[in-house]
């Protein structure tokens, strides 16, 4: 296919939340559309209208244009081949299942459920095919006069797909090499139904991936066992020479022992198993999604990249734009892939510390809001609190969230204290010590200079001969209310003097009467 411009689809089923294995599927046909100047396109594959789920096609298209997962076309973006919805695209379908009826590659059927429910009674590993079709109610049994009175009297039917029986299919995969299945295993498929006039996936997924160009189809290892069917279905029509070259990609593995990750594993394990937060219309069960769980799309992103495909090399960070210029089909494994949400939240990390204050403090300004919604703390990112202390402790932070935990003691001072902290931490003179502490504190004038502070504090007590953690213990738990955060004098100079000694003095009041 030289002279062809490269060109895949995403083609989600809105079924509910896209899983994170579709998140993979959608950014491994990106990377390679983008590595080979090709287009992607946005196809949502809706005709079972029986599994459609109200919301599910916003998710998709919310999840993918947070991710940075961009489209030339499709739903919501337009573009040549336009219906990209298969719902809207009836009539085409119509067109096709006719050209197979009159070749005799397709026929009719009206086999009731009731009926077919009998044969699998009666016959032991019962398949519609080769070799049970001539005992079924269909258009090759039954004379053409029936046939026609039965769709004239408004009978339901479908149409099946006519396979010819002991036949090697070869299915050509990029990343498997070579797939031969025998046609005997496969029996007819509905590839329509008068029902709702509407095709099955099998039909429509062909019947769109040839009339929008597709050059190759990119998508998850469930869809092997199709593959040979679509191979058949190309050649049906007489479109073998455009039939585009397959890759199913590798699954994705439970984080622990075998098997496809499931949602249960990620409720099992706690961690998302979708991009985005999703409530369930009919139970109104809540799933959590990696954004509001604090995930960087980027972080997300390399972490996806990198369960089923290497480099090649020890490089574990990658941007998109690194990605598009490494990637390729040879270097997707065959096998699947460990979910491993603990490297997942590995590349949050790392990404966290490459963000700048100003920019996790847009991170945080919203938690802040939501935490304390009373509180008068106008936070805008520019305060200069607010990013020296996000400075202070990113380097602990795997999510915004921790973040914020790390750093509200900083604007919310401390009513209580940690019972053992105090405990282990104030002593009979320690009253005594952080009371001579204040006027140490007041004496010094550039409060900003961490080790100007803490310097006058040390020769303080080296001149009194005070052990220095005898002060400096009790005095963090007086700012912090436990013993934990950065260091003391960082601590003080994002506090300034005034709060700092202010939270002394509350703290000697309230610990005074123990
Ligand atoms: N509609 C199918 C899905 O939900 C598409 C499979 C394919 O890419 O052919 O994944």
Not at 162 to 179: A, S
């Amino acid at each position: 296919m030289e002279n062809t411009k490269i060109r895949v689809r995403f083609a989600p089923s809105p079924t509910g939340a896209l899983h994170i294995g579709g998140v993979r599927t959608a950014l491994y046909n990106y990377l390679f559309a983008k590595r080979n100047g090709g287009e992607m396109v946005l196809r949502i594959e809706d005709t079972d209208s029986a599994r459609f789920v109200e919301g599910a096609e916003n998710y998709i298209i919310e999840a993918l244009a947070w991710l940075g997962i961009k489209f030339d076309e499709g739903v919501s973006f337009g573009g040549k081949y336009a219906p990209y919805r298969q719902s809207e695209r009836k009539e085409i379908y119509k067109t096709f299942v006719e050209q197979l009826l009159d070749s005799g590659k397709a026929y009719i059927a009206f086999d009731t459920p009731e009926f077919l429910d009998e044969k699998r009674a009666q016959i032991a590993n019962f398949q519609y095919d080769a070799s049970t079709r001539m005992s079924m109610q269909n258009s090759l049994v039954l004379p053409e006069n029936e046939v026609k009175t039965k769709i004239a009297n408004g009978e339901k039917y479908v149409v099946r797909f006519k396979i010819e029986p002991n036949e090697d299919i070869l299915v050509n995969d990029l990343i498997r090499g070579e797939v031969k299945i025998n046609s005997s295993v496969l029996d007819d498929k509905v590839l329509w139904k008068s029902a709702d006039e509407l095709p099955t996936y099998h039909l429509a997924n062909i019947v769109d991936d040839h009339l929008m160009k597709i050059t190759h189809v990119i998508r998850g290892e469930e869809w092997l066992p199709s593959a040979p069917l679509h191979v058949l279905l190309y050649r049906a029509f007489g479109w073998e020479s455009t039939m585009p070259s397959f890759a199913h990609l590798p699954l994705l593995l439970k984080p622990d022992g075998k098997g496809k990750l499931s949602k249960r594993d990620g409720d099992r394990l706690g961690f998302p198993v979708f991009p985005l937060d999703w409530i369930d219309r009919k139970t109104g069960e809540k799933s959590s999604g990696y954004r509001e769980a604090g995930y960087f799309p980027e972080a997300l992103i390399n972490f996806l990249a990198l369960l089923g495909w290497n480099s090649g090399t020890e490089q574990e960070i990658f941007s998109m734009e690194e990605l598009i210029n490494l990637f390729s089909l040879e270097r997707c494994s065959k096998s699947g892939a460990k979910f491993d949400y603990e490297k997942g939240k590995w590349f949050n990390h790392k990404y966290l510390q490459t963000k700048s204050a100003e920019e996790l403090a847009e991170y945080l300004i919203p938690i802040f809001k939501q935490k304390f919604p009373d509180n008068n703390l106008q936070f805008t990112i520019y305060n200069l609190q607010l990013l020296q202390a996000i400075d202070a402790l990113k380097e602990r932070a795997t999510f915004p969230q921790d973040l914020f935990d790390l750093i509200a003691f900083f604007f919310v001072a401390p009513e209580t204290f940690n019972e053992n902290d105090v405990k282990k931490r104030w002593k009979e003179d320690t009253a005594q010590l952080l009371t001579e502490l204040i006027p140490v504190l007041e004496s010094i004038e550039n409060f900003d200079n961490e080790h100007l502070a803490e310097e006058t504090v040390k020769s303080w007590c080296e001149e009194k001969n005070y052990n220095l953690g005898a002060v400096m213990n009790p005095f963090r738990l007086t700012l912090v209310g436990e013993m934990k955060g950065p260091q003391m004098f960082v601590i003080t100079k994002i506090l300034g003097k005034e709060e700092t000694i202010k939270r002394l003095k509350y703290a000697l009041r309230f610990l005074a009467h123990r």
